[in-house]
């Protein structure tokens, strides 16, 4: 299980760099120049400001350069310098990071916390009316955009309780309570569509494991329906919903660009939608090959998870 | 008949003479009385079983042969209460002449299922839960019904092991299902569903996934298990080799119906319904003249939606005639012996019974 | 030499070519390996067998599952490229042809399944998938081809008002029918049964064993008849092989084999068969001990001693050979010409 724990570390490390060639090319092939936006393009502006500016970020270099430059350091853990306030990107990631991983966290809580009893009354229920309305919500949750669902919920909750978010964000070591405050409604607009996701899934893979045959021996032999269904039509339904969690998780962190600025939660999320408005290519970029490790990592844990769930399941 | 009974066949002569007072092997323990059983489907409702009539006193093995589709295994999962999308419609499945199965209340049900009443199934390989092992399930049906405690659980369930013949039983009892072969898992669901010893065993095909050298293994085993705890057997099975290997008595079904009851020399020696009959001469043996045609049933067992209302065998039976079009009584033939068709009656037309015999 | 006498078909007698003969052949599946991994050792699931099918033959192949009866059924009709040996079809070795050159010897072989429901395209009418095959071999036209279709279902003993109508609306056996006129659309001169009849019951069983019966009458087509039931395999058959762990234990004459087995794995095959008999003449069988070894990791020497009741010293390490006795061949020690003298 280490063998296949470093083997797909490997793999990972592969995919990563392949993301960031192509993350590196993509963002060169935004249009606007980093350089001009920041001399603000005015008129006045020579051409040996402008060179001199290139010079001091590295642009006046050839591309391949510049990639073998940003390479190297990411190597050893430097992720370059941001074109905006000339801090090592590390850094502002270190910074961000507690707010966008209490956020995401937050979303899957919330959708395996709501998800899971939702699945399992409608595979308990199925083709009664409940289940009916269920599947019928889960349609919605998936179709719903998660910036809209949020938009939404701000206006009606003030609308119809009055309700209003804190206006300043604290860290939750400042004050939980503000804190929560405003990580809730985001976090309930990116984890329903994961949420939904995973009802959807629990219950389809519990109607085909309760109609299985080992689950008629367990009834066979005079057990609980409590037992049947949380002991053995648990444990072995709940397996793709881990698989659908790990790809959900990708869902939830693109999520965070979008919600993080409509809420101003100084997040990655918001980091990166910045930084691409200002063309800050090494914090964009650094942000998101962070993104890209934390994907494939939650990925290689739900496989190693699943060999703790099913025992048929080795890596060797 | 035959003289041929073995020692267990006493007994049942003994009940037979008819004196009320039973002994303890003629003893009835499951009596299922004009039992009916109707699915709901898409396509409306389908009776899988109609009025069946079938007895299992204690200690013996009794026989429910039939093709797919004849209700056999309805009836097994029907005693279990395992029906799923299926009910009883009528009929009652008295256990011990005191509990009538079909309308039990689940809590009590639970108490009988896998304690007196257990089964095993046909698919040793994915009949055992793919994620808990052998010993876990094992000491489950310990724990739910005789309350053990999880150490003594464990040690009673490597004895259950050993009991059943599997190698190592106490390295083994920590193995998943899919670290044994088919014929051990077989084996371990023998296990479980002896855990509690039961008064009844039902077995709904227990060898037809496996290999016929393990088969031989599972059967003998089987029947040394019966024997040793005086348990009831209801054998399952569409293989009238393993009838005549295993059964005292013999139930053979037809399209959702009982055609033919009796002592396995009745049905194997002297069989008087024309379905025994071609079902009998149907089977390939190693006497079978191999340059002649296999004398084969002609044509299919009808469909559940359009079951005839007389006899069930008539449009495949080589001697139909005016009367099939109405349903056939049971006749007695002997006290054990009954069969389901018109032509039986012709004999003894003073024996016609309703219902099951005796 | 007598040997070949028995292991090639009858017909060679005839001086007539047999129409299948396989040598030598060997399938191993590799079993893990790729990038980064090392490989086990790989399953032997077919290890060495040599046998031939005359034209018009029927050859019974049994074994328990794992022996590798299927895998000989699939490498004979090069579904999968063998290890090792040759099959030669007609004369022509499909072993080392490519596809392209299979692709016409296809339509002169076929395959049956157990369960033909399942290998059916849900979404078909039967009379499109009995055109099929005809379709993608270039035969007749779509005039003849129909009317083919409704010869086939005749000659199978299905109505034609069938043809519209879809896989899952038909019972097992009436399948199982259909499965066979969809195989006879090409006229093969091969059918591949792999457990045609298991999955049926016994009465349809019978009405099926007929129809094939009757159809290798009529055509003369060859039966590669692949099945567990000793006594299906026994009445269909002219010709048995006994198989066990990818490996000839022996080879005969169907009634032979049945009434005098002489390797200890077909005696015991056939002890273990439950016998419709009279409770009086009931015998308490001594079953055969063990489970068939993994495939992967087979016993040395004879790969049946570890279960053999007669083992002795040389089945440890000597791996017997196919030798001819009274007639049929046998894989065993105990029936070595040096041993019998």
New interface residues.
């Given amino acids: 299980m280490i063998g296949y724990a470093i083997r797909r570390t490997l793999y990972g490390l592969l995919v990563l760099f392949l993301i960031t060639t192509f993350v590196f090319v993509v963002l060169r092939l935004i249009p606007g120049d980093v350089v001009r936006l920041q001399l603000a393009d005015a008129p006045g502006v020579t051409q040996a400001q402008v060179d001199a500016l290139a010079a001091e970020l590295g642009l006046d270099q050839p591309v391949f350069t510049q990639f073998w430059s940003f390479i190297s350091g990411a190597v050893t853990g430097d992720l370059g310098t941001s074109f905006e306030t000339r801090l090592p990107v590390t850094e502002m990631i270190v910074e961000r990071l507690p707010a966008t991983l209490e956020l995401g966290l937050l979303a899957i809580m919330f959708s395996v916390v709501l998800g899971v009893p939702l699945g399992i009354i409608s595979a308990i229920r199925h083709n009664s009316f409940l289940d009916q309305s269920l599947r019928l919500v889960s349609v919605a949750g998936i179709s719903v955009p998660n910036f809209w669902l949020a938009l939404l919920l701000i206006t009606y909750l003030s609308i119809w309780f009055g309700w209003s978010q804190p206006l300043v964000y604290a860290a939750p070591w400042e004050n939980l309570g503000t804190n929560l405050a405003i990580m809730a409604i985001p976090a309930l607009a990116l984890g329903t569509s994961a949420m939904a996701a995973v009802s959807r899934m629990l219950r389809s893979s519990m109607l085909e494991v309760t109609q ?13 329906e409590r ?1 049947v269904i949380l ?2 039509a648990g ?2 339904s709940i397996l793709p919903v881990f698989t659908l969690l790990g790809l959900q998780f990708g869902n939830i962190l693109g999520g965070t660009v979008i919600l993080e600025s409509i809420f101003s939660i100084p997040g990655m999320g918001s980091l990166i939608f910045t930084s691409v408005q200002m063309r800050d290519y090494p914090v964009v970029l650094g942000c998101v090959i962070f993104y890209g490790a934390v994907f494939i990592f939650v990925n290689l844990l739900v496989d190693l998870v699943y060999a703790v ?4 399941i080795r890596y060797s | 008949m ?5 020692a267990r066949g006493a007994a049942h002569d003994l009940r037979v003479e008819g004196t009320g007072v039973e002994n303890e092997s003629g003893r009835v323990l499951l009596d299922v009385q004009d039992l009916s059983v109707e699915f709901r489907t898409g396509g409306g409702v389908l009776e899988a079983l109609s009025g069946v009539n079938l007895t299992v006193r204690q200690g013996e093995v009794v026989a429910v042969v039939g ?2 589709g004849s209700g056999k295994s309805v009836t097994a999962l029907g005693v ?1 209460g ?1 029906l799923g999308n299926g009910r009883v419609s009528s009929g009652r499945i008295m256990w011990d002449d005191y509990t009538d199965l079909a309308t039990a209340r689940p809590k009590n ?7 007196d009443i ?2 095993i ?1 046909q ?1 040793p390989m ?8 052998v010993g876990n ?1 094992l000491s ?2 310990l724990r ?2 005789r309350r053990m405690r999880r150490r003594e659980a464990r040690a009673e369930a490597i004895d259950l092991l050993g009991m059943v013949g599997i190698p190592d039983p106490g390295s083994k009892v920590d193995a ?1 299902p ?1 670290q044994m ?4 898992r077989q084996r371990v ?1 023998i296990a ?2 002896l ?1 509690c010893s039961p008064r009844l065993l039902i077995a709904d095909e227990p060898t037809t996934a496996l ?7 599972v ?2 085993l089987l029947r040394d298990l019966q024997r040793d705890k005086n348990v009831s057997l209801m054998l399952i099975t ?8 295993m059964a005292d008595r013999v139930v053979v079904f037809y399209a959702g119906r009982v055609a033919e009851q009796g ?3 009745d049905i ?2 002297n069989p008087r319904h024309p379905y025994t009959q ?3 001469r ?5 006497s ?1 003249p ?1 340059d002649e ?6 044509g ?2 009808p ?1 559940l939606h359009e079951m005839p209302a007389g006899c069930r065998f008539a449009d495949r039976c080589p001697l139909v005639h005016d009367r099939c079009v109405e349903q056939p009584p049971h006749v007695a033939i002997s006290s054990e012996h009954s069969t389901a068709c018109w032509l039986a009656t012709d004999d003894r037309s003073s024996a016609v019974l309703e219902g099951s015999p005796a | 030499m007598t040997l070949s006498a028995t292991l090639d078909s009858r017909s060679q007698g005839q001086e007539q070519a047999p129409l299948l003969q396989v040598t030598d052949l060997v399938k191993h599946f590799p079993v893990g390996g790729g990038l980064l991994r090392k490989e086990s050792p790989p399953v032997r699931a077919v290890d060495g067998v040599s046998f031939s099918l005359g034209r018009g033959e029927t050859l019974g192949l049994v074994g ?2 794992g022996s590798g009866k299927s895998t000989l059924g699939r490498l004979v009709l090069r579904l999968l490229d063998p290890t090792a040996g040759s099959v030669v079809f007609d004369g022509q070795d499909i072993t080392t042809s490519r596809q392209s050159q299979v692709k016409p010897l296809r339509r002169r072989m076929q395959l049956i399944f157990q369960d033909p429901v399942s290998s059916f395209n849900p979404r078909m009418t039967i009379e499109e998938l009995l055109l099929e095959p005809m379709v993608v071999h270039g035969i007749g036209t779509p005039t003849e081809r129909k009317r083919r279709c409704v010869e086939l279902l005749d000659q199978v003993g299905l109505a034609s008002s069938a043809l519209a109508k879809y896989p899952h609306q038909f ?4 399948a199982q029918r259909i499965g066979i006129a969809r195989a006879l659309t090409t006229d093969p001169e091969l059918l591949v049964c792999d457990e045609a009849v298991s999955a049926l ?7 099926v ?2 129809l094939l ?2 159809i290798q009458q009529e055509q003369g087509i060859s039966f590669l008849f692949i099945a ?5 395999v ?3 058959s002219d010709r048995v092989c006994v198989m066990y762990l990818g490996k000839l234990a022996e080879v005969g004459g ?2 032979q084999i ?2 005098e087995p002489r390797h200890p794995y077909t005696q ?2 056939i ?12 015998v ?2 001594i ?3 063990g ?2 070894p993994n495939p992967s990791r087979p016993p040395a020497g004879c790969t049946f001693h570890t279960r053999c009741p007669l083992r002795f010293d040389a089945c440890d390490q000597d791996v017997p050979t196919l030798h001819e006795r009274d007639g049929s061949l046998v894989a065993c020690h105990l029936y070595r010409p040096e041993a019998s003298a």
């Fill in positions: 299985s045959n080992f689950v008629r021996t367990v009834r066979s032999r005079g057990a609980p037992l002991k053995h444990r072995n769930i099913d025992p048929r | 035959s003289h041929g009974h073995i093709e797919s279990m395992l049900f639970r108490a009988i299922r896998g304690n257990a089964m199934f698919d994915t009949s055992l839960d793919p994620l808990y092992t399930q489950e049906a739910l019904h998943y899919h072969s088919g014929g051990q669901m479980i569903a855990a290999d016929v050298t393990v088969e031989a293994q059967l003998s569409h293989d009238m080799g393993v009838v005549a290997e002592t396995v020399d194997l020696q071609a079902l009998l149907a089977i390939p043996r190693p079978t191999r045609p296999m004398p084969a049933i002609a299919n067992v469909a | 328990e599952s019972s097992g056996g009436q019951d016994v009465s349809i069983q019978a009405q064993l007929n019966k009757s567990h039931d000793l006594n299906v026994r009445y269909i169907s009634d049945m009434a015991a095959l002890r273990s068969i439950p016998a419709v008999t009279a409770s009086s003449s009931r308490e069988r079953p055969l001990q489970e068939i």
